[in-house]
C-alpha cells in the first residue's frame, strides 16, 4: 500500500492556521485562536478532499479534525463511530455550542431516527454521526448519496484492521464507502496504531495515496508513576485522596474485585461504583451516565469500561493490577486529562501479575480449538506484549521516554518532570545487597521447593502450620526480616524474580529456585539495588503547577457547582456545558465585561450567548 506523507511541513506549535476560514471558524463556534500540532494538516486534508490516515494520541483533539470542515465549506459530513455511547457525548457537546449534528442509531425510537432522516434530507446537518451497522443495513447509504456526501470520517479506524488490537468485524463493510461513493474523500482516525496496522487500514478502506499524518504519542500533561503493590486498598484509598471530589478511574483485573473495592471506597465516603461485563446493561448504563453527569467521582472498573467514556476532566487514572500490554495502558490512561489539563496515571506493581497473566495466557490458549502449534504462536506473541509491559514497570527511567520509544517516536530531553523517576520520588532500600543475601539464603535453606508466600513467612519469624510442620523454625534464616510485614518481604521476593536474579518454576504451584546470578549475590560479587517497597513522597508534576497558576480556586468550585446545576437542568454531561480548562480560565482571568470573557480559551459565540451573563455575575461574586 502506497501512501505519501503530508505535502506541507507541520506548522508550529500554537500557530494560527494558515487558512483564515479556519481560524474564522474556530473561534467563533469553540473559542480558540490556536490549533493543536498536526491538527491542521488533517483540516487541510478533508478540506482538499485527499484520504488520510490520521493517528493522535487520546486528547489530542482528533474530534475536530472532522467537526470543523463541515463548517467551512457548508457541506454534510458523516462519522463513522463504533459506539453509542461516543456518539451521544459528541452530539451533546456539539450541540452545547449551537453545532447542527445528529446521530442515528439502535437506542432512539423510530420517530427519532425518522426526524434525523429528515433533518439530514432537508441539508440541515453539518454533522451525523452512525455506526457501521447503521449505515449499511438500513438503507441510509441510499440516502446519503441523494444529500451528495463528500467526505466520511472512520472513527476507532484500527478496528478495521487485521492487525488492530480492538478487531470488529463490521468495521469491514467500510469498504463500501469507496464503491458507493467513488468522489467522496475518506478519512481514518485512530490513537494508537503501527506502521503495519497504519497501512492495513489504509488498504482496508482502499484509500488513495492517503495523507499519512501521525502525531506525538507523548501526553505531557499526564505524570505517570509506578508504585511497589503492598497493600492494594490502603494505597488506592491514599491516591485517591489527592483526587478527592474529582473523575477518577479506577482499573481491576477481576469483576470480583471491581465490586469489593467499590464498596469499601463507597464504605469510606467516596463516592464510587463498579463497572464489568458481568453486570446488566441497565446498571452499567446507570454508572456511565452518574459519572458522565458527575454524581458520582470515581469508577471501580474491569477493561470493559472507557472506550464510550468521552468524559474530559479525568483526572486520575489508577492501574490496581498490571495492563496485560503496554498498548492495553497507553488506551487506559489515554482517558486522563483529555481536555489537556494536568491528570495523574499511578500502576500499583507486583510481578506476582506477570505469572498470573502468563498462566490465564497459556490456559487460555489451551482450551481453544487452535493446533498446538498456532497456540503456541498465539501465546509467545501474548507474553512478548506481557513482557514489554513489566520492563516498563521495572525500568528506573523516565517513562515518557520508555512509552515513546516503544511505540517507535524518539523522546525530546530527559528529565520530564512529570513522573516519578525524574521527579525522584522513587527510593532505593538501604543495605540492599545484604537484604538480597538474607532472602536468597532463606530460599537455599527451604531447597528450593517452596513458594513466595512460605519463604516470606520464615523469614518473618511467622510460626505458621506450615513452618512448624516442616520444622523450618529450626532454620538459620527464620525471623531474619522479623521488622518486616509479609506483603513487604513477599514484594522484595517479587523485585528478585523481576532482576533475575531469582527464578520461579512454571506451573500451578510454582516454587523459587536459584540460578547463577542468585549465587553471585550470595558470593558478594554482585551488588543488587532494591527499591523500597511503598510509595516515596509524592511532588507535584510542573503541568500540576503550571495549570493552576494564578487560578481563584474558590471561584473555580463555585464555576463547577453552576456547571453541574445547569447539565442536570438539560439532562447533558457536565464537561459539554464547559470544560475545566474553560472554568480555570475564567478563575483565572476573571473577566468583567462580555468581550473579555469572549477571550478566554473555550468561549464560542454560543456559549457567551447562553452562560455570558451568570458567569460574569459569579466573577463579581454575585451568585448565578
Given at each position: 500500500?502506497?501512501?505519501?506523507?503530508?505535502?506541507?511541513?507541520?506548522?508550529?506549535?500554537?500557530?494560527?492556521?494558515?487558512?483564515?476560514?479556519?481560524?474564522?471558524?474556530?473561534?467563533?463556534?469553540?473559542?480558540?485562536?490556536?490549533?493543536?500540532?498536526?491538527?491542521?494538516?488533517?483540516?487541510?486534508?478533508?478540506?482538499?478532499?485527499?484520504?488520510?490516515?490520521?493517528?493522535?494520541?487520546?486528547?489530542?483533539?482528533?474530534?475536530?479534525?472532522?467537526?470543523?470542515?463541515?463548517?467551512?465549506?457548508?457541506?454534510?459530513?458523516?462519522?463513522?463511530?463504533?459506539?453509542?455511547?461516543?456518539?451521544?457525548?459528541?452530539?451533546?457537546?456539539?450541540?452545547?455550542?449551537?453545532?447542527?449534528?445528529?446521530?442515528?442509531?439502535?437506542?432512539?425510537?423510530?420517530?427519532?431516527?425518522?426526524?434525523?432522516?429528515?433533518?439530514?434530507?432537508?441539508?440541515?446537518?453539518?454533522?451525523?454521526?452512525?455506526?457501521?451497522?447503521?449505515?449499511?443495513?438500513?438503507?441510509?447509504?441510499?440516502?446519503?448519496?441523494?444529500?451528495?456526501?463528500?467526505?466520511?470520517?472512520?472513527?476507532?479506524?484500527?478496528?478495521?484492521?487485521?492487525?488492530?488490537?480492538?478487531?470488529?468485524?463490521?468495521?469491514?463493510?467500510?469498504?463500501?464507502?469507496?464503491?458507493?461513493?467513488?468522489?467522496?474523500?475518506?478519512?481514518?482516525?485512530?490513537?494508537?496504531?503501527?506502521?503495519?496496522?497504519?497501512?492495513?487500514?489504509?488498504?482496508?478502506?482502499?484509500?488513495?495515496?492517503?495523507?499519512?499524518?501521525?502525531?506525538?504519542?507523548?501526553?505531557?500533561?499526564?505524570?505517570?508513576?509506578?508504585?511497589?503493590?503492598?497493600?492494594?486498598?490502603?494505597?488506592?484509598?491514599?491516591?485517591?485522596?489527592?483526587?478527592?471530589?474529582?473523575?477518577?478511574?479506577?482499573?481491576?483485573?477481576?469483576?470480583?474485585?471491581?465490586?469489593?473495592?467499590?464498596?469499601?471506597?463507597?464504605?469510606?465516603?467516596?463516592?464510587?461504583?463498579?463497572?464489568?461485563?458481568?453486570?446488566?446493561?441497565?446498571?452499567?448504563?446507570?454508572?456511565?451516565?452518574?459519572?458522565?453527569?458527575?454524581?458520582?467521582?470515581?469508577?471501580?472498573?474491569?477493561?470493559?469500561?472507557?472506550?464510550?467514556?468521552?468524559?474530559?476532566?479525568?483526572?486520575?487514572?489508577?492501574?490496581?493490577?498490571?495492563?496485560?500490554?503496554?498498548?492495553?495502558?497507553?488506551?487506559?490512561?489515554?482517558?486522563?486529562?483529555?481536555?489537556?489539563?494536568?491528570?495523574?496515571?499511578?500502576?500499583?506493581?507486583?510481578?506476582?501479575?506477570?505469572?498470573?497473566?502468563?498462566?490465564?495466557?497459556?490456559?487460555?490458549?489451551?482450551?481453544?480449538?487452535?493446533?498446538?502449534?498456532?497456540?503456541?504462536?498465539?501465546?509467545?506473541?501474548?507474553?512478548?506484549?506481557?513482557?514489554?509491559?513489566?520492563?516498563?514497570?521495572?525500568?528506573?527511567?523516565?517513562?515518557?521516554?520508555?512509552?515513546?520509544?516503544?511505540?517507535?517516536?524518539?523522546?525530546?530531553?530527559e528529565p520530564c518532570a512529570a513522573c516519578d523517576v525524574c521527579l525522584g520520588e522513587t527510593e532505593n532500600?538501604?543495605?540492599?545487597?545484604?537484604?538480597?543475601?538474607?532472602?536468597?539464603?532463606?530460599?537455599?535453606?527451604?531447597?528450593?521447593?517452596?513458594?513466595?508466600?512460605?519463604?516470606?513467612?520464615?523469614?518473618?519469624?511467622?510460626?505458621?502450620?506450615?513452618?512448624?510442620?516442616?520444622?523450618?523454625?529450626?532454620?538459620?534464616?527464620?525471623?531474619?526480616?522479623?521488622?518486616?510485614?509479609?506483603?513487604?518481604?513477599?514484594?522484595?521476593?517479587?523485585?528478585?524474580?523481576?532482576?533475575?536474579?531469582?527464578?520461579?518454576?512454571?506451573?500451578?504451584?510454582?516454587?523459587?529456585?536459584?540460578?547463577?546470578?542468585?549465587?553471585?549475590?550470595?558470593?558478594?560479587?554482585?551488588?543488587?539495588?532494591?527499591?523500597?517497597?511503598?510509595?516515596?513522597?509524592?511532588?507535584?508534576?510542573?503541568?500540576?503547577?503550571?495549570?493552576?497558576?494564578?487560578?481563584?480556586?474558590?471561584?473555580?468550585?463555585?464555576?463547577?457547582?453552576?456547571?453541574?446545576?445547569?447539565?442536570?437542568?438539560?439532562?447533558?454531561?457536565?464537561?459539554?456545558?464547559?470544560?475545566?480548562?474553560?472554568?480555570?480560565?475564567?478563575?483565572?482571568?476573571?473577566?468583567?465585561?462580555?468581550?473579555?470573557?469572549?477571550?478566554?480559551?473555550?468561549?464560542?459565540?454560543?456559549?457567551?450567548?447562553?452562560?455570558?451573563?451568570?458567569?460574569?455575575?459569579?466573577?463579581?461574586?454575585?451568585?448565578?
Amino acid at each position: 500500500m502506497s501512501g505519501q506523507d503530508a505535502p506541507a511541513p507541520p506548522s508550529p506549535p500554537g500557530a494560527p492556521p494558515d487558512d483564515p476560514r479556519i481560524l474564522e471558524v474556530l473561534s467563533r463556534w469553540w473559542g480558540f485562536d490556536r490549533l493543536r500540532p498536526l491538527q491542521e494538516e488533517a483540516i487541510r486534508a478533508a478540506l482538499d478532499g485527499t484520504d488520510s490516515v490520521v493517528v493522535m494520541p487520546t486528547g489530542g483533539g482528533k474530534s475536530l479534525c472532522y467537526q470543523l470542515p463541515p463548517l467551512v465549506n457548508g457541506t454534510t459530513d458523516v462519522v463513522v463511530s463504533p459506539l453509542v455511547a461516543l456518539m451521544k457525548d459528541q452530539v451533546d457537546a456539539l450541540e452545547a455550542i449551537g453545532y447542527p449534528a445528529a446521530a442515528i442509531h439502535s437506542a432512539m425510537s423510530p420517530e427519532e431516527r425518522a426526524g434525523v432522516r429528515d433533518r439530514l434530507a432537508a441539508g440541515e446537518l453539518r454533522l451525523l454521526f452512525a455506526s457501521p451497522e447503521r449505515l449499511v443495513n438500513t438503507g441510509l447509504l441510499d440516502l446519503l448519496a441523494e444529500v451528495g456526501v463528500k467526505r466520511f470520517a472512520i472513527d476507532e479506524a484500527h478496528c478495521i484492521s487485521h492487525w488492530g488490537h480492538d478487531f470488529r468485524p463490521e468495521y469491514r463493510q467500510m469498504s463500501l464507502l469507496r464503491e458507493r461513493f467513488p468522489r467522496a474523500s475518506i478519512h481514518a482516525f485512530t490513537a494508537t496504531a503501527t506502521p503495519r496496522v497504519r497501512d492495513d487500514i489504509a488498504a482496508q478502506l482502499h484509500l488513495r495515496a492517503p495523507r499519512m499524518l501521525i502525531g506525538t504519542f507523548d501526553r505531557p500533561n499526564l505524570c505517570y508513576r509506578v508504585v511497589p503493590r503492598t497493600d492494594r486498598i490502603a494505597q488506592t484509598l491514599a491516591i485517591l485522596g489527592r483526587h478527592r471530589g474529582e473523575a477518577s478511574i479506577v482499573y481491576c483485573i477481576s469483576r470480583k474485585e471491581t465490586e469489593r473495592l467499590a464498596a469499601r471506597l463507597a464504605a469510606e465516603g467516596i463516592l464510587a461504583r463498579p463497572y464489568h461485563a458481568g453486570l446488566h446493561a441497565t446498571e452499567r448504563r446507570r454508572t456511565q451516565e452518574a459519572f458522565a453527569r458527575e454524581t458520582i467521582d470515581v469508577v471501580v472498573a474491569t477493561v470493559a469500561f472507557g472506550m464510550g467514556i468521552d468524559r474530559s476532566d479525568v483526572r486520575l487514572v489508577l492501574h490496581t493490577s498490571l495492563p496485560k500490554s503496554l498498548e492495553a495502558y497507553q488506551q487506559e490512561t489515554g482517558r486522563a486529562g483529555r481536555d489537556g489539563l494536568a491528570a495523574e496515571c499511578v500502576l500499583l506493581y507486583s510481578s506476582a501479575d506477570v505469572f498470573s497473566w502468563e498462566s490465564l495466557c497459556r490456559k487460555s490458549a489451551a482450551e481453544s480449538d487452535l493446533d498446538p502449534e498456532e497456540q503456541e504462536r498465539l501465546v509467545a506473541g501474548q507474553l512478548e506484549h506481557l513482557h514489554a509491559m513489566r520492563r516498563y514497570a521495572q525500568a528506573a527511567r523516565c517513562r515518557h521516554a520508555a512509552l515513546s520509544e516503544y511505540f517507535g517516536q524518539a523522546y525530546g530531553t530527559e528529565p520530564c518532570a512529570a513522573c516519578d523517576v525524574c521527579l525522584g520520588e522513587t527510593e532505593n532500600l538501604p543495605d540492599s545487597t545484604l537484604t538480597a543475601q538474607k532472602l536468597l539464603s532463606c530460599v537455599a535453606r527451604t531447597g528450593g521447593r517452596f513458594g513466595v508466600r512460605h519463604v516470606g513467612e520464615v523469614l518473618r519469624g511467622a510460626r505458621s502450620e506450615a513452618v512448624l510442620r516442616h520444622r523450618h523454625e529450626a532454620l538459620s534464616t527464620f525471623g531474619l526480616l522479623a521488622a518486616l510485614d509479609q506483603r513487604t518481604v513477599e514484594n522484595l521476593l517479587h523485585q528478585l524474580l523481576d532482576q533475575g536474579l531469582l527464578d520461579r518454576t512454571p506451573g500451578e504451584r510454582p516454587v523459587l529456585v536459584l540460578n547463577e546470578r542468585s549465587w553471585e549475590v550470595m558470593r558478594g560479587t554482585r551488588d543488587v539495588v532494591l527499591l523500597e517497597p511503598r510509595a516515596g513522597r509524592t511532588r507535584a508534576a510542573r503541568a500540576d503547577t503550571d495549570d493552576w497558576e494564578g487560578v481563584d480556586r474558590g471561584l473555580f468550585e463555585r464555576l463547577r457547582a453552576w456547571r453541574r446545576r445547569v447539565a442536570d437542568a438539560r439532562g447533558k454531561p457536565a464537561w459539554t456545558i464547559l470544560d475545566d480548562r474553560a472554568l480555570r480560565g475564567i478563575a483565572r482571568e476573571r473577566p468583567a465585561t462580555p468581550a473579555a470573557l469572549l477571550r478566554v480559551k473555550g468561549i464560542g459565540e454560543k456559549r457567551l450567548a447562553d452562560f455570558g451573563a451568570a458567569i460574569l455575575e459569579m466573577v463579581a461574586g454575585r451568585e448565578a
